[in-house]
């Protein structure tokens, strides 16, 4: 044999050992009509065993048609009572033993497996229930010239702290129209908003929200609010929350003028009833929020608030196009004062985190 042929000898079994190697060394999983996979296991949960392969990327695999699965490297699974146990796994879903780097091997149930996750990544209960900041700010300006004489500004910002269990969003807005040179809004409004599932479906609530509205002449206004809410509708896409608590409203009037009646300011304690849905698809997403804060000494005495809107993404993630209305129903407003106001509205958001 020549010195070149033993060489290449040499070389083919080093490969094949290394192939052999990288065979003895991946996850498997067997199952009942004879197909064996082999690759990394990167999920475990009550149902499925997700692996990773090279010829398919990820395959999902329904335990109850597994045999057998085994994982050389260490995998995180956290158990149904809480327990987070990490090793590699061998044996059937109905048995499986998990051997620990330290201390005896656990069996446990697949079954029982509540989720799983890499050994490198972080646990997703932790990065479930860590906040995170998401920012929106729009603005528009309109304007018309020849029979009327017509202009129009608005703004709005709203900063959202978000976990799995509570959320908090800080939110202001302006909107000013004139019309042949006489204001027909001119109006601003800041507020705060928290929410805290604290079980389930429940949650507690605080929210506070002043402003002023000068074409309704009403120089300060502030309702604070505080109670329960419960979501009716709750899943990954929609969700429906209906609130109840206690409210406090007040409002502060302009001075008429000489020879003029003053308008007492409101200064009421009421209930506080609201709704809040919101829709998210795949491309686009809906919102509708109505609040009605009627008052003890006179249920006749409210204020309803509703908004709606839809929202489109456009060509850059960040750009977002949001088109609605909002209405204010003011049950007892100034002499002169339309009850209903009504606002249709189309902008440009930009957002970011």
Not at 72 to 90: E, F, K, M, Q
Not at 251 to 256: A, L, T
Request: charged share 25%; aromatic share 10%.
């Amino acid at each position: 044999m020549t010195h070149i042929q033993t060489i290449k000898k040499a070389a083919a079994i080093l490969s094949a050992a290394l192939l052999a190697t990288g065979s003895l060394f991946a996850d498997v999983i067997e199952t009942k009509n004879g197909s064996r996979l082999t690759g990394r296991v990167t999920k475990v949960d009550s149902s499925t065993v997700v692996i990773n392969t090279d010829f398919a990327g990820d395959i999902k695999v329904k335990q109850s048609e597994i045999t057998s699965v085994t994982t050389d490297a260490p995998i995180n699974v956290r158990l149904a009572d809480g327990r987070v146990i990490t090793g590699s796994i061998s044996g059937s879903p109905a048995g499986a033993v998990v051997r620990t780097s330290a201390g005896s091997p656990v069996t446990a149930n697949l079954a029982q497996v509540k989720e799983s996750w890499a050994i490198d990544a972080k646990d997703p209960e932790v990065a479930r229930n860590e906040r995170h900041w998401r920012f929106e700010a729009g603005m528009d300006v309109t304007g018309k010239t020849g029979t009327k004489e017509q202009i129009g500004t608005s703004f709005s910002f709203r900063a959202t702290l978000k976990s799995s269990f509570d959320i908090l969003q800080l939110y202001t807005g302006y909107d000013r129209q004139v019309s042949d040179h006489e204001k027909s809004a001119d109006l601003f409004r800041a507020g705060a908003d928290y929410q805290n599932n604290f079980s389930g479906r429940f949650s507690w609530y605080a929210r506070d929200e002043a402003g002023f509205d000068r074409v309704k002449e009403i120089k300060l206004y502030n309702t604070a609010a505080a109670g329960l809410g419960y979501d009716i509708i709750k899943n990954k896409v929609d969700t429906l929350t209906f609130r109840a608590g206690l409210s406090h409203r007040y409002e502060k009037y302009d001075d008429p003028g000489p020879g003029l009646t003053a308008i007492p300011n409101l200064s009421e304690l009421g209930l506080d009833l609201g709704l809040i849905n919101q829709l998210t698809m795949k491309t686009w997403s809906m919102t509708n929020r109505v609040s009605c804060t009627p008052t003890f000494d006179d249920f006749g005495v409210y204020r309803i608030y509703h908004e709606s809107f839809i929202e489109l993404p456009m060509a850059s993630p960040r750009w977002k196009f949001r088109v609605g209305i909002s209405n204010d129903y003011n049950s007892h407003p100034n002499p002169g004062v339309e009850r209903l106001d009504t606002t249709y509205f189309a902008r440009l958001l930009l957002t970011w985190k």
